[in-house]
């Protein structure tokens, strides 16, 4: 298993939904009605991208960290 680690952005939109944003992966882009559904929503997106990039293939365009082996990751 190995863990791909994108940096992501989240802003919140004037109507108050939750825009969430990868920009190392073009097109991978979500929302949501709060910013833990923007950013799941994100998470599942890039999973699905990342497996069809995999299994294409085909290199990870931009900015990516690859770990070879499972984390945990905390974020606070």
């Keep these: 298993m190995k863990t791909y680690i994108f940096k992501a952005e989240v802003e919140r939109e004037e109507d108050g939904r939750w825009s969430a ?3 190392a ?9 709060t910013e ?3 950013l799941n929503s994100l998470r599942e997106a890039a999973q699905a991208y990342v497996e069809v990039l995999v299994e294409e293939g085909r290199e990870l365009p931009g900015e990516v960290e690859v770990i070879p082996t499972p ?4 974020a606070l």
């Design 21 to 23: 944003v990868i920009p």
């Design 25 to 33: 992966l073009p097109g991978c882009a979500t929302w949501g009605l």
């Design 36 to 38: 833990a559904e923007a």
């Design 71 to 74: 984390v945990v990751t905390v």
